[in-house]
């Protein structure tokens, strides 16, 4: 199993053990990813072992929280295409008026949908352009898969150097649409992952990096992405990504970067995401996009 396979199969568990899924669709999801049963019922049996306890923080919901942050005044987003390294790639384009920066967004592991759609819309919207990338055009796009978890299963199997390829096109092909104006990568869950994994890569084409609870590689070296201001956001409550925080700082710091790292208090994985009302959190969304804004002000403008 590959790093990215298992990132997605302990989310799946995770799911599970917070009740977000049921066991049978669990073990479906699983296997998918071809993780067999007695394997996948360790893994549920570790991920409950892992979880923290309820702290007593109630997430606000989407239902009593508003509009998500942004939501005001964004932009469409319109169908896009381009040559990439690989074959064709897709993506959803949202054109800010006098774009201040632009800004590639980086999807879940769920593909490129509508939610994805509407960050790069509200990007836009207060004034970076945005490129919302689909990492499964080579299997003909998102929108081909009418099963979400299939679809989950198909990102697993992109090799990772491949998915940077495809990253990096979609940087290029954003700097091709924004010319003269810096641009900035930010991703969520499995997309903030890649967000790091394109700075171990050593992107000097950005100058400005936001992952969202996203994974750090194993032993990252930064060291080529040194003109990179990286805002990083995590969850007080996601436990399994925030493993993965000491050695992000740890790199931040040696690579010389400018950096600041936000754990949101109380919040989970995925707390940005206001279509998951199990996990979002509408104050640490609200406090994390303003923070991403003076981000993009201070590093992007």
Not at 5 to 29: C, K, M, N, P, W
Not at 86 to 111: C, D, F, M, S, Y
Not at 148 to 168: F, V
Request: aromatic share 8%; glycine share 10%.
């Amino acid at each position: 199993m590959t790093p990215l396979q298992r990132y997605i199969a302990e989310e799946i568990a995770t799911d599970h053990v917070d009740g977000l899924l049921s066991r049978r669709e669990a073990f479906r999801r699983l296997a998918l990813l071809g993780v067999g049963a007695a394997s996948a019922a360790a893994l549920i049996a570790a991920c409950g072992r892992d979880r923290p306890a309820d702290t007593g923080t109630v997430a606000s919901s989407p239902t009593d929280a508003g509009p998500p942050p942004g939501a005001a005044d964004p932009l469409p987003t319109a169908p896009i295409t381009w040559a990439g390294p690989r074959g064709e790639l897709q993506g959803a384009w949202a054109e800010a008026p006098n774009a201040r920066g632009g800004v590639l967004v980086i999807h879940e592991n769920k593909g490129l949908n509508d939610w994805t759609r509407s960050v790069a819309g509200r990007l836009a919207g207060v004034g970076y352009s945005a490129l919302a990338i689909d990492l499964l055009s080579g299997d003909g796009g998102t929108a081909r898969f009418a099963d979400p978890a299939e679809a989950t299963a198909a990102l697993g199997k992109i090799p990772p150097e491949d998915a940077l390829a495809d990253l990096e096109s979609g940087i290029a092909e954003l700097q091709r649409r924004v010319p003269e104006r810096k641009v900035a990568a930010v991703g969520f869950c499995m997309g903030g992952g890649f967000v790091w994994r394109l700075l171990d890569a050593g992107v000097p084409q950005l100058a400005a990096a936001v992952p969202f609870y996203g994974p750090t590689p194993e032993k990252p070296d930064f060291s080529g992405s040194k003109d990179v201001a990286v805002l990083a956001f995590y969850g007080e409550r996601d436990q399994r990504v925030n493993a993965t925080k000491p050695a992000a700082r740890a790199a931040l710091g040696q690579a010389g970067l400018v950096y600041e790292i936000v754990t949101e208090p109380g919040a989970d994985h995925a707390f940005f995401n206001d279509t998951n009302p199990d996990r979002y959190d509408a104050a640490a969304a609200e406090d994390a996009w303003r923070r991403m804004l003076e981000w993009f002000e201070r590093h992007v403008d």
